[in-house]
């Protein structure tokens, strides 16, 4: 049932088929979005051999369920634990059926693709020789199979991913941050090649910023402030040219907004050792250049993430003493942070609004309590996204 729902060619202009790997246009992805693995249905495959029959289509969608199930545990324990148990099922159906068909490269990339995602798991728990193993198992697949496609792009994609992954997550562990940087600096040269092949991908400017990002959050862990900053202006650069370039969204506002909060801490740690206020001056100016940035187009319409940079620029105009404009700044952080509270909010026995009724037409609460952003002006990563602050 799984397998089958949604696969089949019927309905499209050219019956169903596909044209070969090679003739294809790249399939690129944003970091975040599902794996090559979803998308390389029917990859580098021959009419006879390479197919295979519609069960092993079923098998392959079979291997690529369980790891959404995850989701239905009921504890962080639970979660953790079910999460391995499905990734381990999964992962023995793709190796089972890279056995049996070889020279499928959509079963190979969906394999590579498992051991990935079982890396990062054993990672969380600290299982570090199984962590190893599964990242070694992994690259080896992304570099055979980039070594024999080197003329589709998606191999590269794959293979810088996971080199940056295996670069952040070893460095936690406690590994060198030169060995950190090595896997680093190999995905910064699949990505360059690939930005210089394809300049107009959005998908590969992006990858390219996340380079520069993960660079700069092991040099910052290494209290390199300075070099991290720059690093770190490199990627709001780089993300800041592709929303010009292809458009606005939340996703990559999310991500222009994270790199922008990490060079205001680097600020912060190194105001700290010299003392010296342009470090200040200069998160003054970048957060209002993104506040700045975040209101084009439609102001009418605000969202909710876009109380974290009034809510830092209030700290930072605190520390250079402008106390009026930091209560403003907190004022309007707040406001922001609370307008998707009280538009989704109701308290209770009161009467649901009808679907007809917008949010702005509902009557406001009587003692709405908005919530702000937490003390810590950036958490780990940045301000992560919800569903309810996409674009």
């Not at 693995?37 to 495959?45: E, H, I, K, L, T």
């Not at 504890?75 to 159906?93: S, W």
Request: aromatic share 8%.
């Amino acid at each position: 049932m799984f397998g089958t729902r949604g696969r089949s060619g019927a309905g499209r202009p050219d019956g169903g088929s596909r044209a070969p790997l090679a003739e294809r246009p790249p399939e690129p992805r944003l970091p975040g979005t599902p794996d090559v693995a979803q998308q390389a249905d029917g990859a580098g495959r021959s009419p006879d051999t390479q197919r295979g029959p519609h069960g092993d289509r079923s098998r392959r969608s079979r291997g690529e369920f369980p790891s959404r199930l995850a989701k239905f545990g009921k504890t962080m324990e639970e979660v953790r634990q079910f999460t391995l148990q499905m990734l381990e099922k999964g992962n023995q159906i793709f190796v089972e059926l890279v056995q049996e068909y070889p020279d499928n490269d959509a079963y190979r990339v969906a394999w590579a693709t498992s051991e990935r995602h079982r890396f990062a798991q054993f990672a969380r728990r600290g299982d570090w020789p199984q962590a190893k193993r599964s990242l070694a198992t992994s690259l080896e697949q992304f570099e055979v199979l980039q070594a024999e496609n080197n003329q589709d792009p998606r191999f590269a994609v794959e293979l810088a991913e996971t080199l940056l992954l295996a670069g952040v997550r070893l460095q936690h562990e406690g590994q060198s941050a030169e060995d950190a940087l090595q896997r680093i600096a190999r995905a910064f040269d699949y990505v360059r090649e690939l930005v210089a092949q394809h300049p107009d991908v959005a998908a590969y400017q992006a990858q390219l910023a996340s380079c520069y990002s993960k660079q700069a959050g092991i040099e910052k862990s290494q209290e390199q402030f300075s070099q991290a900053s720059e690093h770190f202006q490199q990627a709001r650069q780089q993300i800041r040219q592709i929303i010009e370039q292809h458009g606005r969204s939340g996703m990559l506002f999310m991500f222009y907004l994270g790199n922008t909060l990490e060079i205001c801490d680097c600020n912060k740690f190194l105001y700290r050792q010299t003392q010296d206020p342009q470090y200040l001056q200069s998160s003054k100016q970048l957060l209002l250049e993104t506040i700045a940035f975040f209101s084009e187009g439609d102001d009418s319409d605000p969202k909710p993430y876009w109380a974290w940079p009034h809510y830092v620029l209030a700290q930072v105009l605190t520390e250079l003493g402008e106390d009026e404009a930091a209560a403003e700044a907190t004022e309007r952080a707040k406001q922001l942070s609370g307008r998707r509270w009280e538009s989704r909010w109701r308290p209770r026995g009161s009467e649901r609004p009808s679907s007809e009724t917008s949010d702005r037409e509902r009557p406001p609460m009587d003692n709405p309590q908005p919530t702000s952003p937490p003390e810590d002006s950036n958490p780990p990563g940045g301000p992560q996204p919800t569903p309810d602050t996409q674009d």
